[in-house]
């Protein structure tokens, strides 16, 4: 059974490598914008599909004092005002069952992914309230979680969608980011992403991948030297898609900046991911 389907003008699933990228959080208007239009234009010149991210709230965020973002009102306006002026889909992260329809409608008619968190992969309510909505849904794979457990969270999705009025067939995808063993240190096992495609398409983020959660004084730190070499893995094992988080300044970013791609990187990753892509038979 093909599980591909398409948000907007992004195949998923269909042989074409596609782009989910932007900061970790929304800063602030203006920087949300200037960032993906430039990623906009990049990824437009390598004529890969582009989904702009960014998250309205981090609601894990280490410490109760850390920057968690505009909240999902004024969250949603600027992605909302971004998907129009673009014409690009963008995603965002939930974190309780209520802000679904809540995000949903405070988006409107514009093209955008519902990302469960990998904290909350496991949270049936959650999974059920964004199925409702009626979108596509990003469902990262808990730290915690073997890769072959995560079909329960596929099945939630895809059962719920089955019931509903529309009787469209959901559109679920997972990412992998990363599995932990404590020590504030991630592993990534590539065997995780065939498995993973059994079920649904599959995206690999190459930076939460490289993060070192709460390793330096409460806050989460990251080796964004090694964003290329795992890249590169996971699109030669056959992902679906690429998630990045890219930053202009990563060194002033207010969230995730010790493991966020700067910027003038993206393009010459890019064109080395694709090359992967195509010599791997895509």
Same mark, same amino acid.
């Given at each position: 059974?093909?599980?591909?389907?398409?948000?907007?003008?992004? #195949?998923?699933?269909?042989? =074409?490598?596609?782009?989910?990228?932007?900061?970790?959080?929304?800063? *602030?208007?203006?920087?949300?914008?200037?960032?993906?239009?430039?990623?906009?234009?990049?990824? $437009?010149?390598?004529?890969?599909?582009?989904?702009?991210?960014? *998250?309205?709230?981090?609601?894990?965020?280490?410490?109760?004092? *850390?920057?968690?973002?505009?909240?999902?009102?004024?969250?949603?306006?600027?992605?909302?005002?971004?998907?129009? *002026?673009?014409?690009?889909?963008?995603?965002?992260?939930?974190?309780? #069952?209520?802000?679904?329809?809540?995000?949903?409608?405070?988006?409107?008619?514009?093209?955008?992914?519902?990302?469960? #968190?990998?904290?909350?992969?496991?949270?049936?309510?959650?999974?059920?309230? $964004?199925?409702?909505? /009626?979108?596509?849904?990003?469902?990262?794979?808990?730290?915690?979680?073997?890769?072959?457990?995560?079909?329960?969270?596929?099945?939630?999705?895809?059962? &719920?969608?089955? &019931?509903?009025?529309?009787?469209? !067939?959901?559109?679920?995808?997972?990412?992998?980011? /990363?599995?932990?063993?404590?020590?504030?240190?991630?592993?990534?096992?590539?065997?995780?992403? !065939?498995?993973?495609?059994?079920?649904?398409?599959?995206?690999?983020?190459? &930076?939460?991948?490289?993060?070192?959660?709460?390793?330096?004084?409460?806050?989460?730190?990251?080796?964004?030297?090694?964003? !290329?070499?795992?890249?590169?893995?996971?699109?030669?094992?056959?992902?679906?898609?690429?998630?990045?988080?890219?930053?202009?300044? #990563?060194?002033?970013? =207010?969230?995730?900046?010790?493991?966020?791609?700067?910027?003038?990187?993206? =393009?010459?990753?890019?064109? =080395?991911?694709?090359?992967?892509?195509?010599?791997? /038979?895509?």
């Amino acid at each position: 059974m093909s599980h591909s389907f398409e948000i907007g003008t992004v #195949p998923v699933g269909r042989g =074409k490598l596609f782009l989910i990228a932007g900061p970790c959080v929304i800063e *602030s208007e203006t920087h949300a914008r200037t960032m993906a239009d430039a990623i906009q234009r990049i990824a $437009a010149d390598l004529h890969i599909p582009y989904i702009f991210k960014a *998250s309205y709230d981090k609601a894990n965020r280490t410490s109760i004092r *850390s920057f968690r973002g505009p909240g999902l009102i004024e969250g949603a306006r600027i992605l909302r005002s971004i998907a129009q *002026s673009t014409g690009l889909p963008i995603l965002t992260d939930v974190h309780t #069952p209520e802000d679904c329809l809540r995000l949903s409608k405070a988006l409107g008619d514009v093209e955008a992914v519902i990302q469960i #968190p990998a904290f909350l992969c496991r949270q049936t309510d959650l999974l059920i309230a $964004a199925a409702h909505t /009626g979108r596509a849904i990003n469902i990262k794979k808990g730290q915690f979680v073997a890769p072959a457990d995560m079909h329960h969270a596929v099945d939630k999705v895809r059962e &719920t969608a089955a &019931t509903l009025s529309s009787g469209k !067939p959901a559109r679920v995808f997972l990412t992998e980011r /990363g599995a932990s063993f404590g020590y504030n240190n991630l592993v990534v096992d590539m065997r995780s992403l !065939p498995v993973m495609r059994r079920y649904a398409p599959v995206v690999f983020d190459a &930076t939460h991948s490289v993060q070192t959660p709460s390793a330096a004084n409460g806050v989460s730190g990251g080796q964004p030297e090694f964003i !290329p070499v795992l890249a590169r893995a996971a699109v030669a094992a056959g992902v679906d898609g690429i998630f990045l988080e890219v930053h202009d300044d #990563p060194t002033h970013a =207010k969230s995730d900046g010790a493991n966020a791609l700067r910027l003038d990187k993206l =393009k010459p990753l890019l064109e =080395k991911l694709l090359a992967v892509h195509h010599a791997a /038979g895509s």
